[in-house]
């Protein structure tokens, strides 16, 4: 099959399409799926430069979640059928025409959405109702910053907090990703390269702080967050790419606390709400992830560069097709 494969860790220049690797071959547990689109997510990028805490093995095939149809099944999955049309998340090695996924990870595929948007579910989607639920503790009526909105962690976090009856505000950096964040759920939107944003946003909501922060970048934003937290406020570590200095006096003013978000670290039970969740959001049609741009897996190369770049804000999620 063809796939793109890492030899090296490295730039963007390490990932190489190959037309030879074998097909993988699927376990009792396991169904093997033809991919027609792989998302393309941040965590691709801190792995590929081996700066993830779990690294794989070299060589290897890079991504974890996607969406295509099911070729095979193992002898012991009794919820899936050959030709279903699904969307997977934690597999290895969806940059790919194919991939063995264990079957608890692969979930049906509305038919009102692509490929391109069944790829866009698994990492944003299930990353984002971890944040706001497992992590953050939210709750219907708590006031919501998203900041950093306008990607696709943060407009799948605007959607699942304003459908579970949060107010929600989000931030963006250009006009475009301003309307982009809300269209997706936020009550609010701030551009966050405004002098006084965090002020203004915290004033809008009432004055007294946010409930729950969804921080995005938080080797920016992280101190600022400080200064617009409530009582009790959780402020949850999403992505990072760098240190940052921050006066924990805020957080023992508001007995507020911060806490990491690692998709990996989800229990088998928190897995499994997470999932019951988010389908049952794609099938009731308030959850639709937003796609920015579809790459040929021959570019993959250039997906990887856009993906880490702030030119213009984010806008939704990067996908690579297979066919």
């Known amino acids: 099959m063809k796939a793109v494969r890492v030899h090296a860790f490295g730039g963007p220049e390490v990932l190489k399409v190959e037309t030879d690797v074998p097909i993988?071959?699927?376990?009792?547990?396991?169904?093997?799926?033809?991919?027609?689109?792989?998302?393309?997510?941040?965590?691709?990028?801190?792995i590929r430069m081996g700066l993830f805490a779990q690294l794989p093995t070299l060589p290897y095939i890079p991504g974890r979640d996607g969406a295509g149809t099911i070729e095979k099944i193992g002898s012991e999955v009794d919820n899936l059928k050959v030709g279903d049309r699904v969307f997977f998340s934690g597999a290895s090695g969806s940059y790919a025409e194919y991939v063995a996924c264990?079957?608890?990870s692969v979930f049906h595929l509305a038919d009102r959405l692509s490929f391109a948007q069944g790829a866009a579910l698994g990492v944003p989607?299930?990353?984002?109702?971890?944040?706001?639920?497992i992590k953050g503790q939210a709750k219907a009526g708590d006031r919501v910053l998203v900041h950093g909105a306008s990607g696709a962690v943060g407009l799948a976090a605007c959607q699942i907090a304003k459908a579970h009856g949060m107010t929600v505000v989000g931030t963006a950096g250009s006009p475009q990703g301003m309307e982009l964040v809300k269209n997706n759920g936020a009550h609010l939107v701030f551009n966050h390269r405004e002098k006084g944003y965090l002020e203004q946003a915290a004033e809008a909501v009432g004055g007294d702080g946010f409930d729950v922060i969804i921080e995005n970048a938080s080797d920016i934003n992280l101190?600022?967050?400080?200064?617009?937290?409530?009582?009790?406020?959780?402020?949850?570590?999403?992505?990072?790419?760098?240190?940052?200095?921050?006066?924990?006096?805020?957080?023992?003013?508001?007995?507020?606390?911060?806490v990491g978000c690692a998709l990996f670290r989800s229990t088998p039970e928190e897995w499994r709400q997470t999932a019951a969740s988010v389908v049952a959001g794609v099938e009731?049609?308030?959850l639709t992830p937003f796609i920015d741009k579809e790459y040929p897996m021959e570019t993959v190369q250039e997906a990887h560069a856009h993906v880490l770049s702030h030119e213009g804000g984010s806008r939704g999620k990067l996908v690579l097709t297979m066919t």
Do not use: C, K, W
């Not at 989607?125 to 639920?133: E, G, H, M, V, W």
């Open 102 to 104: 264990e079957s608890r």
């Open 24 to 46: 993988p071959v699927h376990t009792e547990s396991q169904v093997l799926i033809r991919v027609g689109s792989a998302g393309v997510n941040p965590v691709d990028t801190y």
């Open 284 to 286: 009731m049609g308030f």
């Open 125 to 133: 989607y299930f990353t984002a109702y971890r944040a706001i639920f």
């Open 223 to 258: 101190g600022p967050d400080l200064t617009v937290i409530g009582p009790g406020a959780r402020v949850v570590i999403v992505g990072n790419r760098g240190n940052v200095e921050i006066s924990p006096r805020f957080l023992m003013t508001e007995e507020a606390s911060i």
